[in-house]
């Protein structure tokens, strides 16, 4: 048709499937989206929240120009400026902070609102622009930075198996993941297995979606993953089913590892996983018999404070059966391990050595004026989701606290900011992305002008550097200049890929093989072998698993959001309906609580409100409310993370959001 064009670009949302879209262009407008059909991952479909993405970037609430607040702080009220006078006044600020307070009074709060290289969390977005003012180092650890430290313990990388291959397996065990809600194109391989003979096994303390289409579901008590890995390694060495071969070739710490199986035998991991023994005992042998076995483990599993250690522990099943040698066989948790994309964030630049402040430490850091006098924040709305939202929020109040947040949408954030930048959204700029859930490389090419007066967040910082005057080369590269620097790391899984390539073709799978068994000849490990855990640090019990002491509050994702993003979108909003907290029917009894009933899911660090829905769902002593509700578009003002305390995981300094106690509340009144 004259006036038409496919553009093709790529998912920015923190979900593994990262997929690849194409945009009909109609004379310069932006009419539709769907799943390119030519990717083998995406395979044509996209979720259903992000197939409201164009009609999300044009929302009447969508954020055009610059802003400056008028109204106190979190009052959400302000006037509209020019970019000039919101460059200034923040120029100016910074400028004064540097000078009386030093550049690590900066905090640039960078988080997973965007995956994309240049615009978004992988590339640092900003770093080299803060390099310059000394600012603080930012750690994001809100998502799977236990997970990554435990894998990496063990195998010396979180990259695991390609979820394509999946399709191979004989065995595949779904470990603490729901696929049809959050990365639901795993599934397709996933059925590609089940057609070939394979057996489908959900471990989960919810019987989700993903658990009432799989051919059996164990309902683990949370925060005991490692105890089961323990227990059903214990039956494959009851069946004399370990690969002794793979053993002595590819692994260390071997035989004291096996003196720790040897201590969680059946009916001990019955006891501490709430599993019945028997059903403990027909997973072990059918995974000691089942060659390959498949386990797909993500982030939701290492949110408590023995998630790096529960991931560690479940990464050395294939060691000890010998799964990695076989096509189909492994732990797939991240691919992003295998994605050497690498941009030089000019450390140099540094006057000096700087401080690391981590994203769950928000609240009690901002609870110190002398520690943060500016807060920047980015992709990211942490008073929606970053722990102990109550003690976030106070912080952001604080009247000498300059806060400038570059945003699409007015969040909760938004609210307390001093300045808002309106930001482009992925139609509307370039980026360059790689999957955490597949080995694919993937361009978004702009297909859209930015409405208003927009900017990506690449500009954002180019214009801000010019304004304060700084003249170091690299602070103005362009988009293009850096997604080359991205490509050059010289690593051969990138040979023959170049910008040209993929504003070309849209994407293209790194240089593994297919299939693609990454451990089958070695580990990169400094030996070269995979590690075991030590004996005594196979199993780090956290709150979550003991069995006393109120509920065991889960949040898990929703079918309708993704973290916050969508949770202002009018039509998703209504399919959510209001918030809920699942509750087995015994406690539900124990409380005198019925269907529908609202009541105060409470502990000592705060509270919100949902309304009770009686399921069998959920274990008796646990309790399951979705997350990724704004707090201002919530009963009472606050979402789940309200009761979520700043504590640390085992491993990585992760968040611990599947770890936590509480109590329900009835409400008084109607």
Partial sequence: MPGELRVLGACPLDCPDTCSWVVTVRDGQAVSMRGNPDHPYTRGALCVKVNRYLEHSRAADRILYPMRRVGPKGSGRFERISWDEALEEISVRLRGIVEEHGGQAIWPYLGTG??????????????????????????LNICSTAGNSGLTLTNGTPGGMDPENFAQAKLILLWGTNPLTSGHHLWKFIQDARADGAHVVAIDPIRTRTADQADEHLAIRPGTDAALALGLLNVVLAEGAQDEEFLAAHTEGWESFREEILEYPVERVAEITGIPAEAVHRLG???????????????????HA??????????????????????????????????????????????????TLTMTRLGSELA???SVKCLWVYAANPAGSTSDGNAVRAGLAREDLFTVVVEQFPTDTVDYADIVLPATMQTEHFDLHAGYGHLYLLWNEPAASPPGECLSTTETFRRLAAHMGMTEPSLFDSDLE?????????????????????????WVRMNYPEPFTPFAEGFPTRSGRMRFPPRGKAYVPSRSSQTDGGLVLITPAPHTFLNTTFANNPELLRRAKDPVVLVHPADAAARGLSDGQRVRVRNAFGEFL???????????????????????LSPGGANANAVVEERDADLGRGAVYHDNRVELIPCAGP
């Fill in 610 to 632: 949902a309304d009770v829905e009686v399921s069998d769902r959920v274990a008796p002593g646990v309790v399951a409310s979705p997350k990724g509700r704004w707090p201002k």
């Fill in 368 to 370: 110190k004026p002398d």
């Fill in 306 to 355: 023995g998630g790096g250690t529960a991931l560690r522990t479940i990464a050395a099943i294939p060691g000890v059966t010998g799964d990695w040698r076989h096509p189909g066989g492994g732990v797939a948790y991240s691919t992003s391990g295998h994605a050497h994309l690498s941009i030089d964030t000019r450390d140099d630049l540094l006057p000096g050595p700087v401080r």
């Fill in 114 to 139: 965007s995956l994309g290289y240049l615009q978004g969390c992988e590339g640092v977005a900003g770093r080299r622009f803060w390099n310059m003012l000394g600012a603080s180092r930012h750690w």
């Fill in 285 to 303: 042998t059918r995974l000691a018999r089942t060659r390959p076995t498949a386990i797909r483990a993500t982030m939701g599993i290492q949110r």
């Fill in 482 to 506: 850096l997604a080359e620097d991205l490509l050059s790391s010289g690593h051969p899984s990138l040979e023959g890929i170049t910008v040209d390539r993929l504003r070309k073709e849209g």
